[in-house]
């Protein structure tokens, strides 16, 4: 049984994005990267939401070739590249001369059985970034196992919270520490029926 787990940045005051949607004034650094690449070696599928998809697909492919990053940020291009990847959405149709053209799109309705039917495959882990939407439905329908946050040293004073609301939501912490010497904490839940 294959693992479905989220991995997010999230403000020390709860939020996934700052005013008006803006994601650059989240507390990223290197180590931000550093642990992106490490959770893609160990998946071997991405599930994204529409936004998300589209924001990453504007963004990775041409990242590989660039020699002004660094090393892990042209890992994370190549193998968010080369991974399977399937999109959550009722509107997106993938065109296959677009990069990224390779995924598969499964509508909202679906989203619960499909990933499911993942989970039960053999492979990698399957991993969402962002994609807050379509993480909290599934971790409410008790699909998600666990709950990766990247705690930033930043309080943004208003944005998207990480949390939408809904029913009280068990999780059980898994583990907590500094990544490197960097301001981001990580924080690990395990989000699975018994947490």
């Not at 996934?16 to 803006?22: I, L, Q, R």
């Not at 890992?75 to 959550?88: G, P």
């Amino acid at each position: 049984m294959r693992k479905l787990i989220v991995t997010n940045i999230v403000s020390a005051d709860g939020y996934y994005d700052g005013p008006g949607k803006d994601v650059m004034v989240m507390p990223f650094d290197e180590t931000f990267d550093d642990y992106n690449a490490e959770r893609l070696r160990s998946a071997s599928t991405l599930l994204l939401g529409r936004t998300s998809f589209e924001g990453f697909r504007s963004f990775w492919p041409s990242v590989a070739d660039r020699t002004d990053v660094r090393e892990a940020e042209r890992e994370v291009s190549r193998l968010t590249t080369a991974i399977d990847k399937v999109v959550v959405s009722d509107t997106l149709n993938v065109d296959p001369s677009e990069p990224w053209g390779d995924a598969r799109v499964v509508r909202q309705a679906d989203v619960a059985d499909a990933v499911a039917a993942l989970k039960a495959e053999e492979g990698g882990d399957i991993l969402t970034f962002g994609s807050r939407t379509m993480w909290t439905a599934l971790l409410r329908a008790g699909l998600v196992d666990e709950v990766h946050l990247l705690v930033g040293s930043t309080f943004l004073g208003g944005g998207t919270p990480i949390w939408g609301g809904g029913p009280r939501t068990p999780l059980r912490l898994l583990d907590t520490h500094r990544l490197d010497d960097s301001q981001l904490v990580l924080l690990r839940y395990d989000a699975g029926p018994a947490a």
